[in-house]
């Protein structure tokens, strides 16, 4: 079980809305630890997507954005495209752990 | 441009060392404030880190598993190298170096490509 919470998969119609939250504690998120988010496509390495909370990596379309709040953070895609089918992980620091950790990862299906 | 890439055994058996190396470019591991992982994924299954050298040499390792991995630098080189002993098959997975980035805690912003390792007999 992961450190960092993520609902398992999440859909959405082609140009719909669809967000993907990132519940922790006060070991980690809530301690301040920045928040990034990766995107994973099928049978490839995690890509960089968003960075230290909600800044877009180089290349990442502007449908994509992050925020965070307390423990928790989310990635929003707006304009779903089948392209965004993947999975997708939240990563932060975890002072428990003395380490990165990973949540247990989204399915993003687009209908 | 950052790359990385793992090489190493495809199969190992149980109760063997897996030696895996990272070979990278674009960088150099004696900047101040980088360093490289290594991340693992079991088939099907979330993203778990390993271990971590930073520039200077420091090391990091996920505690659960600190008694079995060891993580060295060749600057020289541009590698990094893990080994994981007393292997099992629960520890089959695909195996990832990653470049982390200088931050407030540093994070892998660039990923290899990844190597599947299987352990049995």
């Known amino acids: 079980q992961s450190v960092l919470t993520q609902p398992p998969s999440v859909s959405g119609a082609p140009g719909q809305r669809v967000t993907i939250s990132c519940t922790g504690g006060s070991s980690n998120i809530g301690a301040h630890f920045d928040v990034h988010w990766f995107q994973q496509l099928p049978g490839t390495a995690p890509k960089l997507l968003i960075y230290t909370n909600n800044i877009r990596a180089s290349g990442v379309p502007d449908r994509f954005s992050g925020s965070k709040s307390g423990t928790s953070a989310s990635l929003a895609i707006t304009g779903l495209q089948a392209e965004d089918e993947a999975d997708y992980y939240c990563?932060?620091?975890?002072?428990?752990?003395?380490?990165?950790?990973f949540g247990g990862g989204t399915k993003l299906t687009v209908l | 441009q950052i790359t990385l890439k793992e090489s190493g055994p495809a199969l190992v058996k149980p109760t063997q060392t897996l030696t895996l190396t990272c070979s990278f470019s674009?960088?150099?591991?004696?900047?101040?404030?980088?360093?490289v992982g290594w991340i693992r994924q079991p088939p099907g299954k979330a993203l778990e880190w390993l271990a971590l050298i930073y520039w200077d040499d420091h090391k990091r390792y996920r505690p659960s598993l600190k008694s079995r991995l060891t993580i060295t630098k060749d600057t020289s080189k541009n590698q990094v190298v893990l080994t994981m002993s007393n292997m099992d098959p629960v520890d089959t997975a695909t195996y990832y170096c990653?470049?982390?980035?200088?931050?407030?805690?540093?994070?892998?912003?660039?990923w290899g490509q990844g190597t599947l390792v299987t352990v049995s007999s």
């Open positions: 990563q932060s620091y975890d002072t428990n752990l003395s380490g990165w950790i």
């Open positions: 990653a470049h982390f980035r200088e931050a407030a805690a540093i994070f892998p912003d660039h």
């Open positions: 674009g960088f150099s591991l004696s900047t101040s404030g980088l360093g």
